[in-house]
């Protein structure tokens, strides 16, 4: 382990402004508990981000898959609150291109992801930094009381224990990208362990989002933030304690840091919200998510 790890997928909590409690989330628990958390805007480096999404993920873990467990599935790809899934999107590949494949999904939580993809004939590697998380994956296992099927690594996105020109594919539904303070060296050790011309996609909370309101209703089509504020979002407990933080980055940096690890960017995917989807999923809902974008789906190839 580095001083630096992610938290895990399929996707996280999102960013909140103005500070407070994210609306899916309890007040709190009792004096001194982690979760009875104080909302800041503040500087927060690479080690202190790594310990503090390292422990809200392996503390909220049961929570988070007993309550999304159903829209995730044990074995799909989902890109998002949207609902936006692989199997249709084929953001990674045609049907039938997988097969054969080695997939390193970074942020894989359970590793519903992984399952998905070893079902479509891939050869993946679920890497997670939640310890919790990845037990849920051999929770799972492959529905018939064993285990996944494929190797689980609990690691360091911004040190990935992989030799060079490891992997086909990378992909991530919500994972590690934001929760690092240096994204571009994740982006630069995922373009070291894919091969030449391989692909690198991910998903995360569109960058747009970070200056409205983190509410679900009417409320959440307000500007509350500059877009161009790329202070962390941090919670701390009563003795000011990090207890999870978030990094915000614009599009432009996103594209910057791609094309500076080596990428081409394809295509940046905004899914819309589907008619069918009536969830309310923290501030993701079908109010804001007919009228402005939610996720980025970012599709890269090494060059």
Same mark, same amino acid.
């Given at each position: ?82 609902? &936006?899934? @692989? #199997?249709? *999107? +084929?953001? /990674?590949?045609? !049907?039938? %291109?997988?097969?054969? =494949?080695?997939?390193?999904?970074? $942020? ?43 190797? &689980?690594? @609990? #690691?360091? *996105? +911004?040190? /990935?224990?992989? !030799?060079? %020109?490891?992997?086909? =594919?990378?992909?991530?539904?919500? $994972? ?48 509350? *933030? ?78």
């Amino acid at each position: 382990m580095t001083d630096s790890d992610q938290p895990s997928g399929p996707y996280s909590r999102p960013p909140h402004q103005p500070p407070g409690r994210p609306p899916h989330e309890p007040p709190g628990g009792p004096p001194g508990d982690p979760d009875d958390a104080e909302a800041v805007r503040r500087p927060a480096g690479g080690r202190e981000s790594s310990r503090a999404n390292r422990g809200w993920w392996d503390r909220n873990a049961d929570e988070y898959q007993t309550e999304h467990g159903t829209f995730l599935g044990d074995a799909r790809f989902i890109w998002g609150p949207e609902g &936006l899934d @692989e #199997a249709e *999107a +084929r953001l /990674l590949g045609s !049907a039938g %291109a997988l097969r054969g =494949l080695d997939v390193l999904e970074v $942020g894989a939580g359970a590793a519903q992801c992984s399952r998905w993809l070893a079902g479509q004939g891939a050869r993946p590697v679920a890497l997670d930094l939640s310890h919790r998380q990845l037990q849920h994956a051999l929770r799972i296992g492959d529905g018939q009381g064993g285990g996944p099927g494929f190797p &689980l690594v @609990e #690691a360091d *996105a +911004r040190a /990935l224990p992989f !030799a060079d %020109a490891s992997f086909d =594919l990378a992909c991530s539904a919500y $994972g590690a990208i934001p929760f690092v303070a240096d994204p571009e060296r994740v982006f630069a050790e995922v373009a070291r362990v894919l091969r030449p011309g391989g692909r690198w996609v991910f998903s995360l909370t569109h960058p747009l989002r970070w200056s409205l309101a983190d509410e679900p209703g009417p409320e959440g089509l307000t500007v509350v *933030a500059s877009y161009f504020d790329r202070t962390p979002y941090v919670e701390q407990d009563a003795e000011g304690r990090t207890v999870y933080v978030e990094h915000h980055r614009t599009l432009g940096d996103r594209v910057r840091e791609l094309t500076g690890a080596g990428f081409r960017l394809d295509d940046l995917v905004e899914p819309e919200w589907p008619e069918w989807n009536q969830q309310v999923w923290g501030g993701w809902s079908p109010l804001r998510g007919r009228l402005v974008p939610g996720t980025a789906v970012f599709v890269c190839t090494r060059v």
